[in-house]
């Protein structure tokens, strides 16, 4: 199975008439009368079709396409029949603005674009943008297509070959692009199926939910792979949504269930029912970031185990731990003892080792051979980078974190200049530098504050210019003109004006202050509120 298509493939022989995706009708009220169902047969056909319009247009191994098609049948569709081929996808998310999409469509140097129709003038706003337009279709349109200006490859992809192109916002401002080969896929899945203790999966039987999206390394390399080469089913939401979300666990059968941190404090807050309990129908969810207060309440109240796990998009499975056996240690940010299959150390910021017991950098690798498989193959253009986050052969992280006596590990905080709201990473420098354009605007950093359910609120904190007038008017208008060129959740929840701000002696900003600073002005209420400005168009 060196493909996800070949994986795709070998779960459709063994499993065809089994549901391999259902997407409720609640989910798809926008646009279906009813609810969505493919089994893997019925997915295989829509795919073999769908591969045969892109290789009549030219399609073939080593070219990119964008796809914003949300969390839809036509993903599904279209990434595995652009895999087929050799195609990497590059996944859009449609809630960006246009600058925003038009830096990944140029960096990416995708050929066009398959869209959602409804979604072309948002692309035709960053069209605007480009120096070279790209061609914008509907999925069902594919004929459409132009002839792709970059000549494919009509060998066979391979393991190594690039499957997806995943944004990711680090700690240095624009977004970077991570090679995720075909590998890196096939190795999830297998890693998926294999984890066992209480992650287990049974072949042929799981219903996965999730309402996280396919732009995210979760849903699509995560959820889809564990179920894809199980032969389960993916039970695909357009996003969460806390009052039906429990009617569409029950409604689905699902088995298992993906969270992020912000879904057990919100579901904790519904009011109490006496079908609360899902004990008996769900296995366990799979998630990350839970507040540790609402750990155990949550297990107790709705009758199934959230385990843990820690990984990013550039460790992929080669460096994933989950708390998926006992002790699990609920409550206490515990993620888990790593599996033989992952090394690990911690250093402090001198990257010598720390002593037992005491918080250090995370560094992870790949036991055996080959200390990147299941890793990412790299950032797209950005070699140096790349080096930089293998530097002395091991992923560096940027979490801080320290291992237990009994070798489990907690999560203590990042080390990055990373605000990760509601299981999103947000670059402080990206907030910054669309801030920083603001006339009214001297000097401003951003930094996360606590929030009870998102884990992470942006908080910006402003020196303003000499004789501009701090106001709780000014810090909304600050707030809507940045909505204008950042996706809604980048945007500050808060805005602090400052007389000054902790630098160091060149003048560079003491970020570990800082976060110290806009923490204590939260908790002082020395703060505006701007959360109520941050909603999806």
Known sequence: MSTVYQAFCDSVARYPERPFLHIPALAAAAYSPGAIDYSYAEMAEAVDAAATDYRAVGYGCGQRLAL????????????????????????????MQPDELAYLIEHSEVEAAVALSAKHPLLAEANQLLTTAIALVAPQEL??????????????PGEQTEC?????????????GCILSNQYFTAFGAWYRDAGGLAALEPGAERLLTPLPLVHMNAMAVSTMGMLMTGGCVIQLDR???KSWWQSVRDSGATVVHYLGVLPAILLNLPAAPDDSFAGQVKFGFGAGVNPKHHAPFEQRFGFPLLEAWAMTESGCGGTIIANREPRHVGSCCFGQPAAAVEYKLIDEQRREVAAGEPGELLVRAAGADPRYGFFSGYLKNPAATEEAWQDGWLNTGDVVRAGDDGALYFVDRRKNVIRRSGENISALEVEAALAEQTEIELVIAAPVPDEIRGDEVMALIIAQPGTARSVELAEQIVRRALDNLVYYKVPGYVAFVDELPMTASQKPRRADIKALAQRLHADGDCIDTRHLKKRH
């Open 68 to 95: 914003l098609l949300e969390n839809r049948a036509e993903f599904f569709i279209h990434w595995l029949a652009l895999n087929q081929l050799g195609v990497s996808v590059v996944p859009l998310n449609g809630e």
């Open 164 to 176: 997806a192109l995943l944004y990711t916002s680090g700690s240095t401002g624009k977004p970077k």
């Open 143 to 156: 004929s459409d297509l132009p002839t792709p200006q970059r000549s494919g490859d009509r060998a066979s």
């Open 240 to 242: 969460f949504h806390p």
